[in-house]
């Protein structure tokens, strides 16, 4: 089932239905009707769908890029959002890096929030080349479904 973090967010239809039709006198019927499911795909996104699972918590992947052009300074700001997260974290949610470069690895596999550990990195890359398509294949594979 979908639930919305921001629910209260649909209390704005009603007003923004009766904006939609004063400010659109004249217009066509198919243009109101195109109007409003546009409204109502903006307020779905503001409320921000989410599906709830069997299992508690979230999972958060990093994905670091170790190319030469982004350097050391893409894994530092990599901790630095491991520690937000961190500290941000609910019972069960799961935090995980993947680093890439011209290959992926996987540096930490995903792990309960308090047992998350931001080290140094540990796998070879090879940081020639960037393939950012391999990462997300990487980490979307990593997510158990549900």
Known sequence: MIHFVHP??????VPGAVWLLRCGRGLA???HALRFVLFALLLAVLAEPFRATATAGRDLLLLVDRSRSVGELGWRRAGELAQDAMAAA?????????????RVAVEVPLTEAPDFV?????????????????????AVAAVPPG
């Not at 140094?120 to 391999?134: N, S």
Request: aromatic residues 6%; glycine residues 12%; charged residues 30%.
């Open 8 to 13: 209260e967010v649909f209390l704005l239809a």
């Open 118 to 138: 931001f080290g140094a990195p540990r796998a070879d890359v090879d940081g020639d080349a960037t393939d950012l398509l391999a990462a997300i294949d990487r």
């Open 90 to 102: 609910e019972p069960g949610d799961r935090i995980g890096v993947l680093s890439f470069g011209r």
């Open 29 to 31: 019927v198919e243009v």
